[in-house]
């Protein structure tokens, strides 16, 4: 079992910044692809990101590509998600979950472990 737990959302304006983290407990999260994905209200989960293990390789959707970043720190059992030049559109719950594979990364339903969430909100 991995339990996670994301921090760092918060209210920030159009055009900022914000770094979520997501730390993992149980165990180690080296063996694990690790994905970031969000939900606004009314709207379907949605990928927004995920990075491999072994190479750190990552892959985003479209939306983000070029304003976000994911990296992770698997001797401290951290994912990150940097988030730049942020719009109104990016409002979301945003979570962080783990998964065995890599091909069916962009599929939350390939995810084994999720985080709570935690609220993005990006004003006009």
């Known amino acids: 079992q991995v339990q996670l737990a994301e921090s760092g959302g918060g209210l920030v304006q159009t055009g900022g910044s914000l770094r979520l983290s997501c730390v993992a407990s149980g165990r180690s999260i080296s063996g694990y692809t690790m994905g970031w994905f969000r939900q606004a209200p009314g709207n379907e989960r949605e990928f927004v990101g995920a990075?491999?293990?072994?190479?750190?390789?990552?892959d985003y959707a479209d939306s983000v590509k070029g304003r976000f970043t994911i990296s992770r720190d698997n001797a401290a059992n951290r994912l990150y998600l940097q988030m730049d030049s942020l719009k109104p559109e990016d409002t979301a719950v945003y979570s962080c979950?783990?998964?065995?594979?890599?091909?069916?990364?962009?599929?939350?339903?390939?995810?084994?472990?999720w985080g709570q969430g935690t609220q993005v909100t990006v004003s006009s």
């Open positions: 990075i491999i293990s072994r190479d750190s390789s990552t």
């Open positions: 979950a783990a998964t065995p594979l890599w091909a069916g990364r962009r599929s939350a339903s390939n995810y084994l472990y």
